[in-house]
């Protein structure tokens, strides 16, 4: 089977040390673990601003995405880098993490691009991470459905032809319930209509079994976890940038 050809998308911030870092960690992780085509990296507008900036990134960010079990030795021990027009052309989406700070930035260096990325409102600050955390979940879940945010635009002119519309995508919905016949009164909470292959299926059913402290497994396309935890499951889907329905009593 051919592989899927792998959209990017580049997170800018001031210095690629803490918040573009973060992002760029945090969203591979999710979407690895959901089989979408897409990865991202991540690179600074004015790196000789970070003249307090210590190790190759900053602590606070590595030992938050060590807490949600994310780890990506390569990614944090890599040294911050200067974004270049290289950087920003050969990127399918860009995102620069605060509006008021970074737009000026690249109206001063990269004109052409100042009204071409999507702009997020992040500040530099050390209790951002869970603001950046819903973002890429938020950023995930539009790529899944199809979306794009209100803020953006996109990071190449298209070619002058006639405008073909398009079905709009419907946003993918995972269904969550519960069943106990024959489970000898037990019981165990599903999760089907998961839009992933097999691999990216059971990576998201160990996240699950991780995060709800029990057992599960995978059977005939859905996620089985052991016990009654629709409430736990549909908040951590959620957390994932899913849209998820519950089915059954």
Not at 79 to 100: F, I, N, R
Not at 104 to 119: T, Y
Request: positive net charge; glycine residues 10%; charged residues 25%.
């Amino acid at each position: 089977m051919a592989k899927r050809s792998e959209k990017t998308v580049l997170f800018l911030c001031t210095g690629n040390y803490y918040r573009s870092r973060f992002a760029e960690v945090l969203f591979n992780s999710v979407a690895g673990k959901m089989g979408l085509p897409w990865r991202a990296y991540s690179r600074g507008l004015a790196l000789e601003r970070g003249v307090n900036n210590v190790g190759p990134m900053a602590a606070s960010a590595i030992k938050a995405l060590e807490a949600m079990g994310v780890r990506a030795a390569d990614a944090v021990t890599r040294l911050p880098a200067q974004v270049t027009t290289d950087d920003l052309e050969g990127a399918a989406l860009v995102v620069a993490l605060k509006h008021a700070e970074h737009l000026p930035l690249l109206q001063e260096r990269f004109p052409a691009w100042a009204e071409k990325v999507e702009f997020w409102h992040v500040d530099d600050a050390p209790e951002v991470l869970g603001l950046i955390e819903q973002e890429v979940m938020g950023l995930v879940a539009r790529i899944l459905g199809g979306g794009q945010h209100q803020d953006s635009l996109p990071t190449e002119a298209a070619p002058a032809r006639p405008a073909v519309k398009e079905p709009a995508k419907k946003p993918v919905t995972l269904k969550v319930g519960r069943e106990t016949a024959g489970r000898r009164g037990k019981g165990v909470t599903t999760v089907f209509d998961v839009p992933l292959d097999e691999s990216a299926l059971r990576e998201l059913a160990a996240t699950l079994k991780q995060r709800c402290g029990t057992g599960g497994t995978v059977k005939d396309g859905r996620i089985e976890i052991q016990g009654d935890q629709r409430e736990r499951i549909v908040a951590e889907l959620e957390k994932l940038g899913y849209r998820v329905k519950r089915v059954g009593g």
